[in-house]
């Protein structure tokens, strides 16, 4: 009856009491049963008290599913959507120190970060620093690129996700 | 909105909850708590180790279906609730525990939280694994609404326990307390209605079931749903078994009964499962100690699994039909989709099946008992003690023993530490069971090693007059590990041997309890007869063969039909 289950990355979206202690508890939910955290974004909502996680997981679809059941049984987590990936923007920003030894090197990563409309925003001498938003495969594209001249520190966000059209992940007031 | 310090506001608030006992310790950070305890009604159980007070706590709400409240001061006393606290957890049993905690704030900076000052724990971050809500508690006007809610998740839904952290500074803080009635959580739903759909779905397979069996979990006790799982399985002809947390759900003497399923199940409940071609599998979240081998477990058979925690729905077992309900109205509106369809049968091969294999059981039972066996003690014991009456456990061969050969008809009547496995759980467990069913016998079947972990508690069952019968199948072992050494390790023995020491009997009279060591059955009985009427707790010692197995068993990792019956 089982099949062999296909691993793969799947973004959830949870709104959560905004107030201390809550995203210990997710995390060491995740932690306790095993489940791994590719990456997660936090931040308010439009509403006050409330927070906005967005997780990115790898698993089938079993874990996945166990993931949702076990985040929604947390009392601070008020609502758990799994995004439909075919019908989703994602974002994420990163900010990628090149190292930049001559002008040469200053004026090829300038052109690569125009390509990638992304933005310098920081010079010295022997460095530039670039921010980058997209897709999460767009900044590895990007970091690739990067890596001949020397990257010397990357912060990346990880993903933040919004399902397309009218529909919203929201808590009635 | 009344004007008064957090301490009074807690004790108001547990008041109208109706708590009527704590059980607990006194401490530093919780100084302005006890000062206000003494004008209350509550009655406070001192005990003499946290864990201890946690696990009455758990007792207590287990023989009575209501919660149950421990207390204890910041650092070291919380951290001695963790075990109990993990335990109650495990086994969904609704745990109110009450810290002290170091200030929030302080003039000086000292003595405050995040300071490591004197006696501070993280207790938030130790228990949120094990609590189904933790909560420190901000602003002393908090207390009532927090209180309000801790006892409302706590008995709702999958019961667990919940934990207050409340620091000194705002136990003595005055401030304007609100006590509502109202409660509103926006992420917890309490009450979950089976889809119709799916019962109807479960009905269809029932009816065509030629060999139904009832796995009944702890979630049928929890819910009191006893009589609807008995008018449904008589209905279906169902053989019940049960998990070592379900049992007593079904009276374990009707003909339908084959005790319990699992590493140390009846024989008769391990083959009829394998053989049932459709499983009602109901509140369990089948352990691996009651399934063995997951993808061995009821391969062929159709499975229906009703839960009300969603998430133990697939978590193990893959099933057919998952209900997310409550045990009671599921079983009720299972047995409603089905009583105008199905007439109840007088015989069929599958009961003639299920007598036939008790019979055998039966057959063995009654031979070559007369020494000190721990089936026939246990046998007398049962025949001894009235059909109400509570018996604990603690963990090891002494509570394996104890599912298979003492009978329990009633839920609630058998309390035992089923997902954790804490040695010394069942002696303050009884304790907590006799405050809360203070006319019942309660009766803790104990091993030697186990008792040892948790017998200081013999000084609060004699100063708090809680008199509770505890019979230690002494083999000066701790006997289940042994036993595994000796089947899986070519009986090499390692740090197992217990001596013959402490003597047992000196050990409950140095407390001002009573002890009896005995040497035969008759002896047995008679120290049994004098415990059911004494006024303080009795010890008996009962030696017995450390050589003594448990069986049937099935090997860890091993499938159910990999059962060695001995």
Not at chain 2, 137 to 142: F, T
Not at chain 2, 202 to 213: I, V
Not at chain 2, 238 to 247: E, N, S
Request: with cysteine.
């Amino acid at each position: 009856m089982i099949a062999m289950m296909k691993e793969q990355t799947h973004i959830i979206a949870a709104i959560v009491e905004h107030k201390p202690g809550v995203l210990y508890k997710v995390s060491n939910m995740f932690r306790r049963r095993g489940f791994n955290i590719e990456s997660i974004s936090v931040g308010p909502t439009e509403q006050r008290d409330l927070a906005r996680m967005t997780i990115t997981v790898n698993g089938d679809q079993k874990i996945i599913e166990q993931v949702i059941k076990q985040l929604s049984k947390l009392i601070d987590v008020i609502k758990v959507s799994k995004l439909d990936p075919d019908n989703i923007v994602t974002r994420e920003m990163a900010l990628v120190k090149v190292h930049t030894s001559d002008a040469r090197a200053k004026s090829d990563v300038i052109n690569y970060a125009n390509i990638f409309r992304a933005r310098v925003v920081d010079v010295s001498p022997e460095s530039l620093m670039v921010e980058i938003t997209g897709d999460p495969d767009k900044i590895d594209a990007f970091i690739n690129l990067m890596k001949p001249f020397g990257v010397k520190e990357v912060a990346r966000t990880g993903i933040t996700a919004l399902s397309r059209g009218a529909k919203s992940v929201k808590i009635e007031e | 909105m009344v004007k008064m310090p957090g301490a009074k506001a807690l004790m108001e608030a547990l008041e109208r909850q109706n708590v009527k006992e704590i059980f607990g310790i006194c401490g530093g950070a919780i100084l302005p708590v006890y000062d206000a305890l003494l004008d209350s009604k509550i009655r406070h159980i001192l005990m003499r180790h946290e864990q201890c007070a946690a696990h009455a706590a758990d007792g207590y709400a287990r023989a009575s279906g209501r919660p149950g409240v421990c207390m204890a001061t910041s650092g070291p006393g919380a951290t001695n609730l963790v075990t109990g606290i993990a335990n109650a957890y495990m086994d969904s049993s609704p745990v109110i525990a009450i810290t002290g905690q170091v200030n929030t704030f302080s003039a000086n900076f000292s003595y405050m939280i995040g300071k490591d000052a004197f006696q501070e724990a993280d207790i938030i971050g130790i228990t949120t694994p094990i609590t189904k809500y933790n909560y420190q508690v901000k602003e002393a006007s908090e207390i009532p609404k927090m209180v309000k809610l801790a006892f409302y998740v706590a008995t709702t839904g999958r019961p667990g326990p919940v934990l207050i952290d409340l620091p000194k500074n705002l136990q003595t803080q005055n401030d304007e307390m609100e006590f509502t009635e109202e409660i509103q959580i926006r992420g917890y739903k309490s009450t979950i209605e089976p889809h119709p759909i799916q019962v109807k779905r479960a009905a269809e397979f029932l009816l065509k079931a030629e060999r139904p069996m009832v796995l009944a979990g702890g979630g049928v006790i929890i819910s009191n749903a006893s009589p609807e799982l008995l008018t449904l399985a008589e209905l279906l002809m169902a053989p019940v078994a049960t998990t070592l947390m379900g049992k007593g759900c079904f009276p374990e003497n009707h003909p339908l009964s084959v005790g319990n399923v699992g590493m140390h199940g009846t024989s008769e409940a391990n083959k009829l499962i394998l053989a049932a071609d459709v499983v009602l599998a109901v509140g369990t979240r089948f352990s691996d100690r009651t399934t063995g081998k997951l993808d061995e477990f009821c391969h062929d058979a159709k499975i229906i699994h009703i839960d009300i925690d969603s998430a133990e729905i697939g978590k193990n077992v893959e099933v057919d039909i998952p209900i997310v309900g409550d045990a009671k109205g599921t079983l009720k509106a299972i047995h409603q989709s089905l009583v105008h369809r199905l007439k109840k049968k007088e015989s069929c091969p599958w009961f003639d099946r299920v007598q036939e294999l008790k019979g055998q059981l039966q057959d063995k039972a009654d031979t070559s008992e007369g020494s000190l066996k721990p089936r026939s003690l246990l046998t007398e014991l049962r025949k001894m003690l009235p059909e109400d009456a509570i018996v604990t456990t603690e963990v090891g061969q002494n509570q394996m023993w104890a599912a298979l050969h003492f009978k329990a008809y009633k839920p609630r009547t058998f309390i035992s530490s089923g997902g954790l496995g804490t040695m010394g759980f069942g002696f303050p467990a009884a304790l907590g069971a006799k405050v809360a069913c203070p006319d019942k016998q309660v009766v803790d079947i104990a091993g030697d090693g186990s008792f040892i972990m948790t017998e200081q508690d013999l000084a609060s069952s004699v100063m708090e007059k809680i008199p509770v019968t505890v019979i230690v199948l002494n083999n000066s072992m701790l006997g289940m590990v042994a036993q595994w050494q000796r089947l899986f390790y070519n009986r090499r023995y390692s740090a197992v041997n217990l001596g013959n020491i402490p003597d047992f009997v000196k050990l409950a009279e140095a407390y001002g309890a009573q002890g009896f060591s005995v040497g035969s059955l008759s002896e047995f009985k008679e120290a049994v007869k004098k415990a059911m009427k004494s006024e303080v707790t009795t010890v008996v010692d009962v030696p017995i063969s450390s050589e003594e197995d448990v069986f049937p068993m099935i090997p860890a990792g091993s499938g159910l039909q990999g059962m060695i019956e001995g």
